[in-house]
Every structure is written in structure tokens, then in C-alpha cells.
């Protein structure tokens, strides 16, 4: 029973170069969930997406930053043009259509910006 | 602005002793009240979490939590931790009908031997 899946679990980018980041949600969950975390500090939302649709983008950056959750495949977060401040640990959670309001976390991807 | 405080940063305790982390909320409606475990290496875990009902909720491990909503706080509590229990913990907050959770900034346990 695999949880959430993300990769990669580290990524290097330079400075203008873009960065993807992928997430698979745990079988049967049709949500998830993009939270970034920044050093010494909690996680903050930034996204949430059901298949094919964006369903609260209220933490997202205005530009640069985007995400997908396709019908087939996993979700992406895209990060074009990156700076240094885009150095952080992103976080991919998932949960069940249905009721609970539980998310489930995958063990994050570490983005770093040189 | 809605946020999450946690007070204490870093905590350190000798096995056996008690554990008592606060949480404290600003959010004017309903809200879902979590607890989620990163031990080092790992990803987060669901340690509890509270919707409705009895305030005092248990989890796994030994946890429990209690929700009093006259001071917008649900502390995490354990009465004797283990060393196993070193990890930084999270605490978190959704408003009923929407999914984004607000955390708090993270506790970090070290429990010594």
C-alpha cells in the first residue's frame, strides 16, 4: 500500500533554469496538495488540485509558479526561471475524495537554487 | 490574517517526563485540528486530529491532544516520552469546508536517553 510518492527527493538548479517536481497521490485519493517549507520555518499552502482542475490556488506565487494534476499521470509543480529564494523543501500531500479532511504527506522534494 | 502559533521551538527532556507542546490558533470559524510527527529522516505523519465531538483525542503512540476552544488551543501531550519520540512536531489547522491546513512553525523534541 504505497503512500505518496514525490521525485525527485533532491533537485539542483541554477539560478533562470526550471524546476518540476512530481507527485503521486496515494491509490485512491483524487486531491492533493502542494505545501513549500522554508528553512526554520512551518509549512505553507500553496495549492490544491483535483484531476484536472485547480481548486485553491491562494498560496501560489503570482508568477513563476504553476500546477497540474492531470487525468493520467502524476501532479506537477512547475517552477520557471528560479532565484535563490525558491530554495526550499516541497511538499506533496494527498486525500480521499470523500469525507475526512486527512492529508496524507510524502516525503517532500529539496529544491536548491545555486 | 489566520496563523498557527506554536511557542516553544525547541524542547528538551529526559525519558520518562512529560511532554506539553501549545498550539494556538487565530481563525474566526469552525475549524479541523491536526497533529502531524516528522521524525528525522521521515516524512510527516498524522499523529491526531479533531473535527468535532470530544475534545480530548487520543492518538497513536500515546498521544493526546485537547481541544479548548475559549482559548483557541489545542495542545499536544504525552505523560511519559521516550527517546523514540525525538522529532519535530506540527501542529495544524483547516477551516471546515476548506482543505489548505495552516501550520505552525514546528516544535522540535529531543528526548535524551
Known amino acids: 500500500n504505497a503512500g505518496v510518492m514525490q521525485n525527485p527527493r533532491h533537485l539542483v538548479r541554477r539560478r533562470g533554469q526550471e524546476a518540476r517536481l512530481r507527485c503521486s497521490p496515494m491509490k485512491g485519493h483524487s486531491h492533493v496538495y502542494w505545501y513549500r517549507q522554508l528553512p526554520e520555518e512551518g509549512l505553507k499552502f500553496m495549492v490544491y488540485?483535483?484531476?484536472?482542475?485547480?481548486?485553491?490556488e491562494s498560496g501560489m506565487p503570482k508568477e513563476r509558479f504553476s500546477a497540474e494534476f492531470p487525468k493520467e499521470g502524476p501532479s506537477i509543480l512547475r517552477i520557471q526561471q528560479v532565484v535563490r529564494g525558491d530554495s526550499a523543501a516541497y511538499f506533496c500531500a494527498s486525500s480521499h475524495p470523500q469525507g475526512s479532511y486527512e492529508q496524507y504527506f510524502g516525503p517532500g522534494t529539496r529544491l536548491t537554487v545555486t | 490574517a489566520q496563523s498557527v502559533s506554536q511557542h516553544n521551538h525547541h524542547v528538551i527532556l529526559s525519558e520518562a517526563a512529560s511532554l506539553e507542546l501549545g498550539c494556538n490558533y487565530s481563525?474566526?470559524?469552525?475549524?479541523?485540528l491536526f497533529w502531524y510527527v516528522q521524525y528525522p529522516g521521515q516524512h510527516l505523519q498524522l499523529l491526531l486530529k479533531y473535527f468535532s465531538g470530544d475534545p480530548l483525542v487520543k492518538g497513536i503512540k500515546g498521544f493526546e491532544a485537547e481541544f479548548i476552544k475559549s482559548k483557541f488551543s489545542f495542545n499536544l501531550r504525552k505523560p511519559s516520552v521516550q527517546w523514540s519520540d525525538t522529532a519535530e512536531y506540527f501542529c495544524?489547522?483547516?477551516?471546515?469546508?476548506?482543505?489548505?491546513?495552516?501550520f505552525g512553525s514546528g516544535t522540535r523534541l529531543q528526548v535524551q536517553p
Open positions: 495544524a489547522v483547516g477551516l471546515t469546508g476548506r482543505r489548505a491546513l495552516t
Open positions: 481563525y474566526g470559524g469552525t475549524v479541523n
Open positions: 488540485l483535483q484531476k484536472e482542475n485547480i481548486i485553491d
